[in-house]
């Protein structure tokens, strides 16, 4: 095998093994599923022309599996993500993938890698696993080039809204909500601020953008952040395009779950020495996120919040 073809393998294996491990490890959220959606918590939201691909399971949240209409994100308990759509299952292929690619480096063939008497077991398994992934590549390659949506308010970046399913799970959910213009307007600013008051480690002003649960887990991120020394430093953000994929009423709570692709310039800063560890502070990067929001009934657009922030599947 020449050179040059070992050092394309061994390129492949690395990012394989990187990058299905998960999502980008910065911005609000970590790039992982978490928070509230009321009676809809673990049912996924409708695919949209922003957002065509199924949401990952929300990994984390207040709302016990099971027992839905936390509503507001007080409560116990944490979601039971699908294997393949947590970063667990991810990052377990990649390895896998990983490992063939290494086995195929050092001439013991494409499986070769996994070793034992089990090799032909768990080859088995990667062929299952990369027909999986081939197929899903597909179906996100051809969906990406349906039509838009129809019914957003005109001007803005919002394309339109998705399916309106009235039950999710063989339980009542509610009442289909209707938005108006200046909603959608609220969405784009709490996307904004939410990652600027995270950028600026303020707490205080997360409170008043998000639920008690999701100011929570940001807490624990900005903690981390600080035991590690770094700051993640965020701005540009900016909407570049948006879809509702679903709205309701539930109890005395609304609900709204709109898919996002906005960009930012997201960094890593070592705090001590003002070092960028990770990250281009000149290139913005493209991320496409679920955010659901949630308000008192009747508050009006000053009263969103944000509930619960899902990745692709």
Do not use: C
């Given at each position: 095998?020449?050179?040059?073809?070992?050092?394309?393998?061994?390129?492949?294996?690395?990012?394989?093994?990187?990058?299905?491990?998960?999502?980008?490890?910065?911005?609000?959220?970590?790039?992982?599923?978490?928070?509230?959606?009321?009676?809809?918590?673990?049912?996924?939201?409708?695919?949209?022309?922003?957002?065509?691909?199924?949401?990952?399971?929300?990994?984390?949240?207040?709302?016990?599996?099971?027992?839905?209409?936390?509503?507001?994100?007080?409560?116990?308990?944490?979601?039971?993500?699908?294997?393949?759509?947590?970063?667990?299952?991810?990052?377990?292929?990649?390895?896998?993938?990983?490992?063939?690619?290494?086995?195929?480096?050092?001439?013991?063939?494409?499986?070769?890698?996994?070793?034992?008497?089990?090799?032909?077991?768990?080859?088995?398994?990667?062929?299952?696993?990369?027909?999986?992934?081939?197929?899903?590549?597909?179906?996100?390659?051809?969906?990406?080039?349906?039509?838009?949506?129809?019914?957003?308010?005109?001007?803005?970046?919002?394309?339109?809204?998705?399916?309106?399913?009235?039950?999710?799970?063989?339980?009542?959910?509610?009442?289909?909500?209707?938005?108006?213009?200046?909603?959608?307007?609220?969405?784009?600013?709490?996307?904004?601020?939410?990652?600027?008051?995270?950028?600026?480690?303020?707490?205080?002003?997360?409170?008043?953008?998000?639920?008690?649960?999701?100011?929570?887990?940001?807490?624990?991120?900005?903690?981390?952040?600080?035991?590690?020394?770094?700051?993640?430093?965020?701005?540009?953000?900016?909407?570049?395009?948006?879809?509702?994929?679903?709205?309701?009423?539930?109890?005395?709570?609304?609900?709204?779950?709109?898919?996002?692709?906005?960009?930012l310039i997201d960094t890593m800063v070592d705090h001590a020495s003002g070092r960028i560890v990770s990250g281009n502070p000149t290139v913005p990067e493209e991320v496409t996120e679920l955010w659901t929001f949630v308000r008192a009934a009747g508050s009006g657009p000053q009263g969103w919040m944000v509930s619960a922030i899902q990745q692709r599947g």
């Amino acid at each position: 095998m020449s050179f040059r073809s070992k050092t394309l393998i061994l390129a492949l294996a690395a990012l394989l093994s990187l990058g299905m491990a998960g999502d980008a490890f910065a911005r609000a959220g970590r790039g992982f599923s978490m928070g509230s959606r009321g009676y809809r918590t673990y049912t996924s939201p409708p695919i949209t022309s922003t957002s065509p691909w199924n949401a990952a399971p929300i990994q984390r949240s207040t709302t016990p599996y099971g027992n839905y209409g936390q509503g507001y994100g007080y409560g116990s308990g944490f979601n039971r993500p699908s294997f393949f759509g947590g970063g667990f299952g991810r990052g377990l292929i990649g390895g896998f993938l990983g490992a063939s690619l290494f086995g195929l480096l050092f001439g013991h063939g494409f499986f070769g890698g996994l070793g034992g008497g089990g090799g032909s077991f768990l080859g088995l398994l990667l062929q299952l696993g990369l027909i999986y992934l081939l197929i899903r590549f597909a179906m996100n390659f051809f969906r990406g080039g349906q039509p838009a949506y129809y019914g957003a308010p005109s001007g803005s970046a919002y394309v339109g809204a998705g399916p309106q399913p009235g039950s999710y799970g063989g339980m009542a959910s509610g009442p289909p909500l209707t938005l108006e213009p200046e909603d959608y307007t609220a969405f784009e600013r709490r996307l904004s601020d939410v990652q600027s008051a995270f950028s600026d480690e303020d707490l205080n002003r997360l409170r008043s953008l998000a639920t008690p649960e999701m100011v929570g887990y940001f807490s624990e991120e900005l903690a981390g952040n600080q035991r590690r020394g770094v700051v993640n430093r965020i701005t540009g953000t900016r909407l570049l395009k948006g879809d509702l994929a679903e709205a309701w009423r539930e109890g005395g709570a609304e609900y709204a779950t709109v898919a996002l692709l906005y960009s930012l310039i997201d960094t890593m800063v070592d705090h001590a020495s003002g070092r960028i560890v990770s990250g281009n502070p000149t290139v913005p990067e493209e991320v496409t996120e679920l955010w659901t929001f949630v308000r008192a009934a009747g508050s009006g657009p000053q009263g969103w919040m944000v509930s619960a922030i899902q990745q692709r599947g």
